[in-house]
Each structure stands twice: as C-alpha cells, then as structure tokens.
C-alpha cells in the first residue's frame, strides 16, 4: 500500500507540475484513486480535510469579494499614484508597497487580481513599460503574504496545523524579516530599472488630475465593508485570547458582510467569485497527503530526514528553510508544503525537540522561494496571464534573470534571521 500511495503522489505531482490538466482535477482524481484502491475509506478521508484552512480561505474571498465590489482598490492605488507624484520610480516604489501591505492581510492572488488592471492603466497613461512594475508587484505580493497567517495559502495551512502558531505569532515571528526582505527588494528593483523610469511632465499632470473619489461605486457598502473589515481584524489579533478558530473569524467575516450587503446582487456576485477551483485543489490535496500518512510513508520520511540531520534543531531548520525555498521555486509550494507539515510533525516525535524555527523556516521557504520562477507561485501565473491578455509578455527566462536573484537573497537573509532569532 505505501508504494501504491506513493505513486499515486508522484504521478499527481508531475501532472501538477506539467500542467497538461487543471490541477484540481489532478488532485481530485488523485484523492478519489486512494479511496478507490482502498488506501483509504471514505470517513478516513474526510478526516484528513483541513476544514479550519477551507473555512479560512473562503471566508476571506468573500469579505475581499465584496470588498472589491466597492471600488476602495482602484481608490487606493489612484491616491497612491498621485502621492507619489506620478514620478515613475516613487511609483514603482508605492504600487509595491501597495501590494505587500494588501498581500498581507488579503492574499497574495487576490491582491494581484486587483492590482494588475489599475497598474496597466497608470502605466498607459505615463507610456511606461509595465513589465518592471508587474515583476515588482509579484514579487511584492509574495514577500508581503509571508508575514501573516492569511497572507499566503502555506501560512494557512501551518497554521492550521499548529494551533500555538497563531495570528499574532505569525506577525511577531515572520512580519520582522518581511518588512527587512521587503526593503532590500524595493531598493534592488529601484536600481535595476531606474533608467527605464521615465516620462513626460505632461503625462504626470494627467495622473495628478484624475478625480480618485470617482472610483468609489457604492459609498454605503463601502461603509459597511471596512466596519465588517475591522471586525475581522481584531477577531484575529485577539485569536490567543478568544480562542476562536481562525476559520470561523473569516466565515463570521465573510457571511456578516454578505448580510450587511442587502442587495442579492452582492451576494451572488461574492459567491460567485470564491475561488472554488482551489478549495477543491486543497480538499483533493488533503485526501492524498491523508494517504501518504495512514500508509507510513510520511513516517519513513521523517525517521531518513532525522537521520540526515541527526535531531539537530539548527540542521534541520537550515534544511527545511533551503529544501522548501528552492523546491517552492520550480514547484507549486501548496501540495510541498501540505507534504511537509505531517512530515515536521513526525519529526517531533522522534528527536527534535524544538520545532517553532522549522516551523518558520517551513514557511519562509515556501513563501519566499515562490519567487524564485514564474510557476513558483499562482501570483506569479496570474500576473502572467493577465499581462499576456493585454499584449504584454512575461518569458520564463526574462522573470528567472530578476526573480532567482532576488529569491536568494531574501532566503539568505531569512537564514541569517532564523539563526540569530532562535538558534544561538
């Protein structure tokens, strides 16, 4: 059984990997096989669906859902361009930054899906190449979902999986060497495409002229969104005090905003834009790894993973921190790290005895080394997608030259970070 749970992964893997089928499909038709072989029974299976990270991720779609119905996007990224003057590189500089801090408390594909229009329209309007801009949001987008727990699907599911890891944990632990690899990012990119970052004083005014209120659609949902918004927040900075799962702060969130909404319009549009592809992707992905799990071969993993480093805390997270890092940046992080989790869990019982660095190694890798490639993260892909749909093309080699650099980096310092934090 564990060779034939084995294979099942490996063979949903690559064709994730290939992209020759969706890879819900491929997740799904891999879970329903472990079933079907007898792998697993049905109730075992669905013991093994993480519903604290599905109830996370669809209550946050729906709050972003209609949040977005609203306008405050496009409002905040005209007002972030006229602060900065419409001056090409302070520009680059905000939309980034834009992006981090929207990647952080939203998600990483949910802020790109908003960002990308608005930047090709200021871009437009100052004839700029939009490609430094693009790169700068990707890369942006991911470094930002590192430093919460609802800012990158990995960060869901590590701390789903660990219930001490909570949202101000994940601030407090991971928001610091954010903030730094954000910083060095910005300044890379301001000096790689400086030259490029230029336009007509002319063109600036045109930005300086446009009328940001203009963008806000419906004033009175508006309203209602920030104050359900809000309350979502602080449901989640008092997580350690309440203890109320993560999952049902965000569904809480995302119906009271669907109640508050009124129209039937808002609701149906809201439901209809949750992301059911991936929650199907998690669900079929749960059920696989679930396999790997009840046949031991998770367990084997551990015991050659402890071997390797022989129970060192220091070895270990310095492995896990590069393994997840540049795995992350030629593979999808999401089933890696769903792989990793009971993996690190296994190794708790058997030797390592202080698991919170591999824990934030765990996630650092994946997070940050999605960066690496253009399939590293779904980011990266939409980005992709949305840039060719407008006539404008990220090669796989153009983004390596930036983003494998930059991925490096940020991991080097991450390294550096987790062993003066927590290993000396």
């Given at each position: 059984m564990e060779v034939m749970a084995g294979g099942i992964f490996v063979v949903m893997y690559a064709v994730i990997v290939s992209e020759k089928i969706h890879r819900t499909v491929a997740a799904m038709v891999g879970a329903i096989l472990m079933i079907l072989v007898g792998i697993l029974d049905q109730e075992t299976a669905l013991h093994h669906i993480d519903f604290n990270t599905l109830g996370l991720l669809i209550g946050m779609m729906i709050l972003v859902s209609v949040t977005s119905?609203?306008?405050?996007?496009?409002?905040?990224?005209?007002?972030?361009?006229?602060?900065?003057?419409?001056?090409?590189?302070?520009?680059?500089?905000?939309?980034?930054?834009?992006?981090g801090v929207f990647s952080a408390f939203l998600d990483n594909v949910t802020t790109v899906l908003l960002m990308v229009p608005v930047t090709f329209a200021i871009t437009i309007k100052l004839e700029l190449k939009v490609v430094p801009f693009l790169l700068t949001?990707?890369?942006?987008?991911?470094?930002?979902?590192?430093?919460?727990?609802?800012?990158?699907?990995?960060?869901?599911?590590?701390?789903?999986?660990?219930?001490?890891?909570?949202?101000?944990?994940?601030?407090?632990?991971?928001?610091?060497i954010a903030v730094l690899s954000f910083a060095v990012v910005?300044?890379?990119?301001?000096?790689?495409?400086?030259?490029?970052?230029?336009?007509?004083?002319?063109?600036?005014?045109?930005?300086?002229?446009?009328?940001?209120?203009?963008?806000?659609?419906?004033?009175?949902?508006?309203?209602?969104?920030l104050f359900v918004l809000a309350l979502t927040m602080i449901g989640f900075f008092t997580h350690s005090i309440t203890h109320v799962e993560s999952s049902l702060i965000a569904l809480?969130?995302?119906?009271?905003?669907?109640?508050?909404?009124?129209?039937?319009?808002h609701v149906e549009e809201a439901l209809h834009k949750v992301e059911w592809p991936t929650i199907f992707f998690f669900i079929g992905l749960f059920i696989v790894v679930g396999g790997l799990i009840e046949t031991g071969l998770i367990g084997d993993l551990a015991r050659e993973a402890v071997a390797l480093t022989q129970g060192d805390t220091v070895l270990t997270s310095m492995l896990v921190l590069w393994l997840s890092a540049i795995v992350s940046s030629v593979l999808d992080n999401i089933p890696f790290v769903a792989t990793m989790i009971p993996l690190i869990q296994d190794m708790g019982t058997m030797g390592v005895e202080h698991l919170e660095p591999v824990w934030w190694s765990l996630s650092l890798g994946a997070c940050l080394g999605g960066n690496g490639t253009l399939v590293g993260a779904s980011a990266n892909l939409i980005v992709a997608a949305m840039a060719a749909e407008r006539g404008v093309k990220i090669t796989f080699m153009s983004y390596l030259k930036v983003g494998f650099g930059v991925m490096l980096l940020t991991v080097a310092l991450s390294m550096v970070y987790v062993y003066l934090r927590y290993l000396i």
């Open positions: 119905q609203t306008g405050l996007f496009d409002y905040v990224a005209i007002k972030a361009a006229k602060l900065a003057k419409a001056e090409p590189r302070r520009l680059l500089l905000y939309l980034g930054l834009l992006t949001q990707i890369i942006a987008s991911n470094i930002g979902g590192t430093a919460t727990l609802i800012g990158d699907p990995p960060n869901i599911m590590i701390g789903s999986a660990v219930p001490e890891l909570t949202f101000m944990a994940f601030i407090k632990n991971l928001a610091p910005l300044f890379v990119m301001d000096r790689l495409y400086r030259r490029n970052l230029t336009t007509r004083p002319e063109l600036q005014e045109e930005i300086l002229k446009m009328d940001e209120r203009k963008s806000l659609r419906d004033p009175a949902l508006l309203r209602r969104a809480s969130g995302g119906f009271l905003m669907l109640l508050l909404a009124g129209d039937s319009r």
